[in-house]
């Protein structure tokens, strides 16, 4: 099992940048790949990036590629994602969330933090 504790929103202008972090504990974190995803008032819960624990390799949804950026720390169990020229529709609550490398389900989420962007 996977506990997941994620912080860092707020409020910032369009342009401006914000870094999300998730801090996750349990055993065998690298059986997991961590991802972040999105959802803002109204809408569906997104996908917005997603990286192994073992290896790095990341995915991007196309509305953040080349702003956004997910990484992680093995020594300090943390995920981060980095957010650079953020734009108004990008608001919404972001969780972060772990699934099994070998499952395509997520199955442990963050209680989410909020990133509202102004314009």
């Known amino acids: 099992q996977v506990q997941l504790v994620d912080s860092g929103g707020g409020l910032v202008q369009a342009g401006g940048s914000l870094r999300l972090s998730c801090a996750a504990s349990?055993?065998?974190?690298?059986?997991?790949?961590m991802g972040w995803f999105r959802q803002a008032p109204g809408k569906e819960r997104e996908f917005v990036a997603s990286?192994?624990?073992?290896?790095?390799?990341?995915y991007y949804a196309d509305s953040v590629k080349g702003r956004f950026v997910i990484s992680r720390d093995n020594a300090k169990n943390m995920v981060y994602l980095q957010m650079n020229s953020l734009k108004p529709e990008d608001t919404a609550v972001y969780y972060c969330?772990?699934?099994?490398?070998?499952?395509?389900?997520?199955?442990?989420w963050g209680q989410g933090t909020q990133v509202t962007v102004s314009s």
């Open positions: 349990g055993r065998f974190l690298g059986s997991y790949t």
């Open positions: 990286i192994a624990w073992l290896g790095g390799n990341t």
């Open positions: 969330a772990a699934r099994l490398n070998t499952n395509s389900e997520y199955l442990y």
